[in-house]
Each structure stands twice: as structure tokens, then as C-alpha cells.
């Protein structure tokens, strides 16, 4: 994988829970990805897309265990796929809950 040499600058509120100062770009990057893509703005969007490239973006998103429903719209625009493609789009559409009565 060829990662761009500067690192992206995003926001500390992102990640929130971890400790920002160790987060590791390439063992971590899926969950940096889809944190990015949940909780982050557009220029956070663009800095992680300019660091970890367009394939590696799709890879991380497709295989989303889970992402709410607007993440899955927003990165089937920006990665432009269906949004069938997404995995967690289709584990969403497999258990519908509970039938109201």
C-alpha cells in the first residue's frame, strides 16, 4: 500500500475514546476510516482519503461490519458504489427486527 508521507490532520473530537497520540494509520485504518466517515466533517473526509488513497477507502468501507444508514449513503456517493455492495448494508437488510403488532 502506498500511504502518502504527511500524516492527515483530523480532529481530536473524532476519537474521543482512544488516545489520539498512539493511533497507529496503518494497523488502525479501518476503524480510522469508518470513524472518519461517521463522526468527521468533509475536510476531515478529504485528508483521509488523500492519505490512504481511493482503494483502501473502498476496501475499509465495503467490508464495514457496521455504519448508519446516511454514512452508508455518503460513502456510496464519495467511493461511488451501490449501496448493496456495502456489507453492512446487506447484514442490515437480513435482520429486519421485530414485526410491529
Known amino acids: 500500500m502506498s500511504y502518502s508521507e504527511q500524516k492527515p490532520l483530523l480532529a481530536k473530537r473524532l476519537f474521543w ?9 496503518q494497523k488502525n485504518s479501518s476503524f480510522i476510516i469508518e470513524r472518519v466517515f461517521e ?5 476531515d473526509i478529504r485528508q483521509i482519503r488523500r492519505y490512504y488513497g481511493d482503494s483502501k477507502l473502498s476496501e475499509s468501507l465495503l467490508n ?6 446516511k454514512t452508508i449513503y455518503l460513502a456510496s456517493a464519495v467511493i461511488d458504489r451501490p449501496i448493496t455492495d456495502f456489507r453492512c448494508y446487506k447484514l442490515r437488510q437480513s435482520n429486519q427486527g421485530h414485526l410491529p403488532y
Open 39 to 43: 463522526r468527521g466533517d468533509i475536510e
Open 64 to 69: 464495514a461490519k457496521y455504519l448508519d444508514l
Open 17 to 25: 475514546d482512544v488516545n489520539f497520540n498512539t493511533l497507529d494509520y
